[in-house]
């Protein structure tokens, strides 16, 4: 049974127009209870009569049309009185039960929300255009959520238990899930749900959503277009991924691109593109796949450009060898709070490959291989902005050295606390710029009139 989560803590947006927005929200979720005891009676009644091992067997339409009818008749038989609506809603509950994530899975069809999040059977949460909100409807107990993990990792072959009591998997629509149960949480089993993007974020897009502006895309365009090698950097949630796809429309439709992911999130928009993703252990613990085994294997492939979706370990190593030996125009996201933190996390990834390089010959393959840093962060008020537009300009004794081609002004905020500003240039002409004018590109454009309002920049 799912119900209303009587004793859950209440979220509550301390501004007035954020309250109205959470309340809207809940009203919008929130079922009559009595309804909720239904569809658990009825869920009950229908494991009784249907063999599940005959349903199991059916494809994904049959099985749901299989489940509908006798839903549909037990509702009838149990609340004959039921209305129209009260009883779709009884119904499709049930299905969710029986097929889906239970009560969450109504939150995976909301296109406007991008993160569930099960913090315990009578705790949910959801993240809607940056801002997170509680869903009124909770799961029975925790033995309700461990089945929907379950149902999760069996779909994938994979496994949960105290032997191995966290598990990364993929949903059919490419949603990312992470759920880890006791003894590493000890009040109950986590799940959260990264939901995937089923449409393809542009670049224009991402200017009318006051990302970036226009003048830094076109730069970033032909940053990428002409191939320079470009790292995306932010914090969890920041928008790199996304970013990353937009940016994916610059790369010319005649190159073969080849991505590394674990697991696989973008979605490019070439046709010419084969995706590749890490495997974990299998259940025996045995014949993992990692991302620096698939970089190996790329090399192999005539790539002309290797996207990863994001550097993590390892193979940070084979990416800067990659390129620094022919394969320019290389993309990929990384973890990091600033540009300056992205250099510093690539150079302990290298560490991490257990080569024995002093820390002066991984940095000059660091400054040597690196163009452009673009990092974007996630403001107070959920939004996403492109903060920096960072060059690697090279190495000054042991120091990799950058200049900053954009930065972010913060204006303040609005009465509803929006977040103002703008990505503007600093006036610093790209060492790169002479090299681009060659191939018929004149970045002077984007520097001329920096500064004309008497801003002071660091760096």
Known sequence: MTTTSPNAPSFRPTDGAAALSAAVEEQRFRVDASLLVLVDDIHRRLLQEVDLAALSALEGEDARRAVEEVARRLTVQESPHLTGPEREEVVIRV?????????IERLLHDDSISEVMVNDFNEVYYERDGVILEYPVGFKDRDHVMRIIDRITSNVGRRVDESSPMVDARLADGSRVNAAIPPVVPRGPVLTIRKFRQDKHTLAQLIENDT???????????????????????????????FLNALSEYIPANERVVTIEDPTELRLQQRHVISMEARPPNVEGKNPVTQRDLFRNTLR???????????????????LQAMNTGHDGSLTTIHANSPRDALSRVENMVLMAGYDLPVRAIREQVASAIDLIIHVARMSDGSRRVTQITEITGMESEVVTTQDIFVFRHDGLTSDGKVMGALIPTGLMPSFAERLRIRGEDLTRFVQGAGAEGISWTR
């Open 95 to 103: 299905i969710d039960e029986v097929l889906g994530l239970g009560p």
């Open 212 to 242: 970036l502006t226009p003048e830094s895309s076109e730069f970033s365009g032909i940053c990428v277009r002409h191939r320079l090698n470009v790292i995306v950097s932010g914090g969890t949630g920041s928008g790199k991924t996304t």
């Open 301 to 319: 492939m005539r790539p002309d450009r290797i996207i990863v979706g994001e550097v993590r370990g390892a193979e940070a190593f084979e990416m």
